[in-house]
């Protein structure tokens, strides 16, 4: 009996070993230190990762940053500084994306050399060790080989069994080895390469992912916002929204309020208060880099604007119907996976511009042909 590597774990490897490919020119002896973590043990003691500068952003239920480095530390077996390499600095970020359950941003710069790579994996755990192997072997191609203990012999074990696969893994599904097929005893030695020639490079073994549906998520939203042109000045309100992410798409309904603004009819000290409310709904396609989500987006909005009069003889209020179309666009901030920190610029175009007018004495307001909007606050996202 033989038993088979997990093949999303395969995936990991895969993409930690092209990662590592580009920091060093120690290819081949790389990809045989991976070959070597497909049992993922580990040694019993733990250093200090000193020489990582590291950035760790990930939910609670993951690796906190701690356990990370402990584990660069273990692959590393030393501080980096003893042989003199410059300092690495790696940002890692862990979310939930819609491409798989769990999503891996890491950047890391060596020296004048930064390279960045996106993994996915069913598990958290498994990205956090997936980072932590990419880390050390960035500083270290050895590192893979250390804080691994050799398997030992298993008695249990019948003819011809590979022990030393790591039991927390879980258990791997068994294949039975074809029957025709030479064990690695009986199997011949490849030839060795023409006098003069480099040994080719150990190819990355990639294994396609299986397509995923789309990640459906609810999203709640509470902001400030500023507009500049509605109302007699620039106003403060306040806004409140709640949609849904399918993938990229965001799609929301919102209510926003502005407070009274004063206007007064030129040369007398007689005019009115006016505010505006309104209800609106925004479509926005948001490209994701690293912890930031950004996009354009267009929406609609429908409200009431009113104003009542002051200092006249006879005071009186009025109301207008408020329609605008607006572009925009959107960034989002990743605090952690459920929580952002989101930017919206809008441009409303009203298309009624209703004038409100003091009888026999003058204009008190009338909107602008186009305003600035742009508000800052606090989203959740569930589940």
């Known amino acids: 009996m033989m038993r088979r590597l997990d093949p999303r774990r395969r995936d990991i490897l895969a993409a930690a070993e092209s ?5 060093s020119e120690r290819g081949a002896l790389a990809l045989a230190a991976l070959a070597a973590v497909a049992g993922d043990a580990r040694a019993d003691t733990a250093t200090g990762a000193r020489g990582v500068e590291l950035d760790w ?21 030393r501080p980096s500084e003893e042989n003199g390499e410059p300092t690495l600095k790696a940002r890692a970020v862990v979310s ?16 004048e050399t930064t390279r960045s790579r996106e993994l996915h994996s069913e598990t958290c755990a498994e990205l956090a060790d997936a980072a932590a192997l990419i880390i050390a072997l960035a500083i270290d191609p050895d590192a893979a080989n250390r804080g691994i203990p050799k398997a030992a012999p298993d008695t249990d074990a019948g003819p011809g069994a590979i022990s030393g696969a790591d039991p927390g893994a879980g258990a791997a599904p068994e294949v039975d080895a074809a029957p025709d097929a030479p064990t690695a005893a009986e199997a011949p030695p490849a030839a060795p390469p023409p006098a003069g020639a480099s ?12 397509s ?43 209510g926003t309020y502005f407070g009274a603004q004063q206007a007064l009819v030129a040369r007398t000290t007689m005019g009115g208060d006016v505010h505006l409310a309104t209800g609106g ?3 926005c396609y948001a490209t994701r880099y690293h912890a930031f989500e950004l996009g354009p987006c267009a929406g609609i909005e429908v409200g009431v604007m009113g104003a009542a009069s002051f200092g006249a003889a006879s005071p009186g209020s009025n109301r207008a119907l408020w329609i605008a179309p607006h ?21 409303p175009f009203p298309v ?30 569930f589940p």
């Open 199 to 210: 040994a080719p490079a150990a190819p990355a073994q990639r294994a396609a992912r299986p």
């Open 19 to 23: 990662l590592v490919f580009s920091f």
């Open 212 to 254: 995923r549906p789309l990640e459906l998520r609810g999203t709640l939203r509470a902001s400030g916002v500023l507009d500049t042109s509605a109302l007699p000045a620039v106003a403060p309100g306040a806004s409140i929204s709640a949609g849904v992410l399918i993938g990229a798409v965001r799609a929301e309904v919102s």
């Open 96 to 111: 939930r994306n819609e491409r798989g359950p769990w999503d891996l941003r890491l950047t890391m710069t060596l020296g």
């Open 327 to 347: 572009p925009g666009a959107i960034a989002t901030f990743a605090l952690s996976d459920r929580i952002r920190i989101p930017l919206a610029i809008d441009v």
């Open 352 to 381: 009624t511009r209703d004038r409100f007018v003091l009888v026999g004495i003058g204009a008190v307001h009338r909107s602008a042909a186009a305003t600035l909007r742009a508000s800052l606050g606090v989203e959740v996202r």
């Open 281 to 283: 709904l925004r479509l």
């Open 57 to 77: 952003i990930a939910p609670g239920e993951c690796a906190d940053r701690g356990r990370v480095l402990a584990e660069i530390a273990q692959r590393l077996g």
